[in-house]
């Protein structure tokens, strides 16, 4: 979601500030602005609507010399998308601030503020922010003190970035429940919410603790903890690339990372598949090694397992619940991330609590993450893509998976392979509590030939483009699955509905006679996959009632299943797989399916209108 980026250097940051915008514009905004402290300390600001390169065309036209800056991508929460709610909010032109986050007590502090004389020119919570700040400055303390003092105002999570026109040579930061990071370099210092936003200009991160404000100048950084004191957070060297930007040969981002998914699986798995076991891999989080010990001592004792996660991540979970609970007599219990931290729970001692994040910032995960530390487990592990991200840092231990960067809104390849590393962690499970090594082997042997099988699902892609056209004039569609194939179903209509805006909802198929058979017509489109399972002829039926009753059916289906094409049934046949990774190979033709109907409808298929990539806000 919103993006922050600043610098405070010997030269002039226009460029590094632009730079690292365009990094973060894979996260979706609808605004983008800066502030700059220029040579004669006076704040200069540009905003505008839309893309960094609107920003960039009004930068062009104004002089925007400063060797300190803070910089803004905006997703909207608090007002429309206008440039009057584009970030940096501005005080009496000596404070400049950027916000991530949400101030929940705001419209208070804005009646407050407003009886003092302050006029406020925006819809935002973080306008509040500028004008507490500068009406703590103006009582004569320093900008280190009118932050601490204004932060102890604030209600909800922010991650700031602070500059004043009186203060040239100090950039003020601060943290709370919104990720920012600071990059180290010499003779300058930058700050940002997400490392890549930096990574051309440093590898050298300090990641703030929540509470955490600290002053940051060319020479150095001084941190304060939340009870004031002062502290040193260690300096990590990072070994994260740049993001790979580049579309090469593919129309979209959506599309290429629909095609890098055997790949991706691949480098998933790669050294971490013995002979007819799984090695370790699982990382250990350092603070975590007292308390836990060996890895695989705490997976032996645990009793049960929580996933907690959001969106497509969710989906991941409820997959994984069918397999753990096929494959052990562990309980597991899936949830939304968004629910279960408002929700009354009781702890629970021998219980492993994973948490699934694309991206490791999600808002709504952390603080689930955070709730279940208060109330005691017998470990946390967190699965995501982001190595360094805060759900790895916070979690006892993590699992990550090797997708590369996934610009896409989407999530695709980090959704199969969030699969693969929650196979990876079933199996490690069994093995810690030695279950049967027969159906472990089995499951290692199933996961070498998934990159395979992957690339072969993909050359369905000419047949599937031909059966999207048939959606253009669609408004609404309905997925069906059986078995742990009603959570692939869910994650197609979430596809579907994110980037061709049709509506579309999920069922498990022995569900339409209670209710959505009551909407099927020949107008409302029903998509099943149909893989050869115990549960194949339950599906037939299903599938029966619905042809019965005039509805078109799109069916991707076993080449063993019988299932013929003929009036009203569409047929693509797959190929014969494992019934273990099935799940992961059918959600390919659904992933093509909703990218070749957005692609007719001639939507933003990489950036779905009102979405973003990570979502770091409640």
């Not at 100090?170 to 940002?192: C, D, H, K, T, Y």
């Not at 890895?295 to 989906?315: M, P």
């Not at 109330?375 to 916070?394: D, K």
């Not at 742990?484 to 339409?512: C, F, N, R, T, W």
Request: contains cysteine.
């Amino acid at each position: 979601m919103c993006g922050i980026v600043g610098a405070i250097a010997q030269r002039p940051v226009t460029e590094i500030l632009l730079e690292g915008l365009r990094k973060l514009e894979y996260r979706g905004y609808d605004s983008a602005g800066l502030a700059l402290l220029d040579d004669d300390s006076e704040i200069v600001r540009v905003r505008a609507l839309g893309k960094v390169a609107e920003l960039e065309n009004k930068l062009a036209k104004v002089s925007h010399d400063g060797t300190l800056g803070i910089s803004h991508t905006r997703w909207a929460t608090h007002g429309e998308p206008a440039e009057r709610n584009a970030h940096p909010h501005i005080s009496k032109d000596r404070i400049a601030v950027v916000h991530n986050g949400i101030i929940e007590n705001y419209e208070i502090l804005r009646e407050k503020l407003q009886s003092m004389g302050y006029e406020f020119e925006s819809d935002t919570d973080t306008e509040v922010v500028a004008h507490l700040i500068e009406s703590n400055l103006d009582v004569g303390v320093s900008l280190l003190e009118a932050v601490k003092k204004s932060l102890k105002e604030l209600q909800g999570a922010y991650a700031l970035g602070v500059i004043s026109a009186q203060m040239p040579d100090e950039l003020i930061v601060a943290r709370q429940g919104s990720p920012l990071v600071i990059g180290l370099g010499i003779g300058e210092n930058f700050i940002a919410s997400d490392i890549q936003a930096i990574l051309p200009v440093t590898s050298r991160f300090i990641y703030l603790e929540n509470g955490d404000v600290a002053v940051v100048r060319r020479d150095g950084v001084t941190i304060e903890d939340e009870k004031g004191q002062q502290i040193e957070r260690e300096i990590k060297q990072s070994k994260a690339c740049s993001l790979d930007s580049e579309l090469g040969e593919y129309r979209h981002f959506m599309l290429k990372e629909i095609y890098e998914q055997p790949q991706a699986a691949q480098k998933t798995l790669e050294g971490r598949l013995g002979r007819n076991t799984i090695k370790d891999c699982i990382v250990v989080n350092e603070d975590s090694l007292a308390s836990h010990g060996d890895v695989r001592d705490t997976l032996a004792r645990v009793k049960e397992v929580q996933i907690v996660a959001c969106g497509t991540s969710y989906h991941a979970g409820l997959i994984a619940r069918y397999w753990m609970e096929s494959l052990t007599d562990i309980p597991c219990h899936v949830e939304v991330a968004s629910e279960y931290r408002y929700r009354r729970q009781a702890p629970r001692k021998d219980v492993l609590f994973v948490t699934i994040s694309q991206s490791g910032e999600t808002a709504d995960t952390l603080a689930a993450l955070d709730k279940i530390k208060s109330l005691g487990c017998l470990a946390s592990l967190s699965i995501c893509n982001v190595a360094e991200s805060s759900l790895q840092r916070e979690s006892d231990y993590s699992l990550l998976t090797i997708a590369g960067p996934e610009i896409g809104v989407a999530s695709t390849k980090a959704f199969t392979t969030q699969l693969v590393a929650l196979q990876l962690l079933i199996a490690l499970l069994m093995q810690a509590r030695n279950d049967n090594q027969e159906k472990i082997a089995e499951l290692v042997e199933n996961l070498k030939k998934l990159p395979a099988l992957l690339e072969q699902s993909l050359e369905h892609d000419k047949a599937i483009e031909r059966m999207s056209e048939q959606f253009i004039e669609k408004h609404n569609a309905l997925f069906l699955g059986r078995g742990d194939q009603y959570p692939v179903a869910m994650e197609g209509a979430l596809k579907l509905k994110e980037i061709s805006y049709i509506h579309a909802e999920a069922y498990p198929a022995g569900e339409l006679k209670h209710g959505p058979l009551a909407l099927v017509d020949s107008e409302m489109p029903i998509i099943a996959v149909a893989p050869n399972t115990a549960l194949l002829e339950k599906l037939k039926s299903n599938l029966e009632e619905v042809r019965s009753r005039g509805g078109v059916l799109y069916l991707f289906a076993d080449k063993r299943a019988g299932i013929s094409p003929q009036d009203n049934i569409q047929v693509i046949e797959m190929e014969e797989v494992p019934e273990s990774i099935a799940p992961i190979i059918y959600t390919i033709p659904l992933q093509l399916l909703s990218y070749h109907v957005a692609v007719f409808k001639g939507t933003d298929v990489d950036k779905p209108r009102n979405l973003a990539k990570s979502v770091t806000v409640e």
